[in-house]
C-alpha cells in the first residue's frame, strides 16, 4: 500500500504520525493493529505492564531499545501453529508450558509461577516471563527466562516449586486429547516430595515457605 492510499483509507493523520522503518513506512493505524494482538507479551520481573512485541514493531522499539526477544512462526498444518521464542545469549529459558483455558493445570500453573516469582525476588534472580500466541484462542504458551549467571539457582528454584505443586500429576496432561466426563481432582502443596527433590536445604525451604503462603494462606 502506498502512502497516498494510506491516506486514503484511514485519513492524513496516518500518514503524518506514522513509523518509518528500514522496509519502509508503517502507518499509524497499521502499527497499532500490530500491536493490539502480539506475537510475544513480555513482563521483566514486576513490571505492572508488560512490552509487547509485533511483526513491525514492538513497545521496546517504541523507546529507543533493543528487545531482548524474537520469534518465529511454527506450522502445525496448513492453518494451525504457534509463535517460536528466541531470546538474547545474556538469558536461558528454565521453564516452558502451556496455559490451557479451562483445564485443571491452570490453576496449577498459576501456583508455580507466584512460588517461583517470589523465590526470584528474594533471590535477587533476574526474570522475564513471554507469553507467545498460537493458533487456538484457548492456549497460551508461558516461557520464563533467567540471567545466565543464575542459571543455577534459578533451576533449582523452579524444579522444587514443580515438586511442590505436584507439576508431573497425570491429571495436568490428560484431559485435552483423551476427554474426561468431568474435572478430575487434583491436590497442590506436595510438602513431602519437596523434601526428597536434589536440591540444596536453603532452596526447599524457601519453597516450603512461599507455597504455604500462596497455596494455603489464600
Not at 125 to 139: G, H, K, L, M, W
Not at 155 to 184: C, H, M, Q, W
Request: hydrophobic fraction near 35%; charged fraction near 30%; aromatic fraction near 12%.
Amino acid at each position: 500500500m502506498t502512502i497516498d492510499e494510506i491516506i486514503k483509507e484511514y485519513g492524513e493523520y496516518a500518514a503524518e504520525d506514522g513509523y518509518h522503518l528500514d522496509k519502509g513506512f508503517l502507518c499509524e493505524p497499521c502499527g497499532e493493529n500490530d500491536l493490539s494482538e502480539p506475537p510475544l507479551t513480555v513482563y521483566h520481573k514486576r513490571e505492572e505492564y508488560p512490552k509487547r512485541i509485533g511483526h513491525y514493531i514492538s513497545d521496546y522499539w517504541l523507546e529507543g531499545e533493543e528487545a531482548p526477544f524474537s520469534f518465529e512462526w511454527v506450522p502445525t498444518d496448513a492453518w494451525r501453529g504457534h509463535y517460536e521464542t528466541k531470546h538474547s545469549d545474556g538469558l536461558v529459558k528454565i521453564f516452558d508450558d502451556s496455559i490451557l483455558s479451562y483445564h485443571e493445570s491452570e490453576k496449577m500453573l498459576k501456583a508455580l509461577n507466584d512460588i517461583s516469582l517470589k523465590a526470584f525476588d528474594l533471590t535477587n534472580v533476574d526474570y522475564y516471563r513471554v507469553f507467545s500466541r498460537t493458533s487456538n484462542v484457548f492456549c497460551t504458551n508461558m516461557d520464563i527466562y533467567i540471567e545466565k549467571a543464575k542459571e543455577k539457582l534459578g533451576n533449582e528454584i523452579i524444579e522444587v516449586a514443580k515438586k511442590y505443586v505436584n507439576y508431573d500429576n497425570p491429571v495436568f496432561s490428560t484431559g485435552i486429547l483423551f476427554p474426561r466426563s468431568e474435572p478430575a481432582p487434583f491436590e497442590l502443596g506436595n510438602m513431602e516430595a519437596v523434601k526428597e527433590a536434589e536440591s540444596s536445604e536453603d532452596v526447599k525451604q524457601l519453597i516450603l515457605d512461599i507455597g504455604g503462603k500462596t497455596v494455603f494462606d489464600k
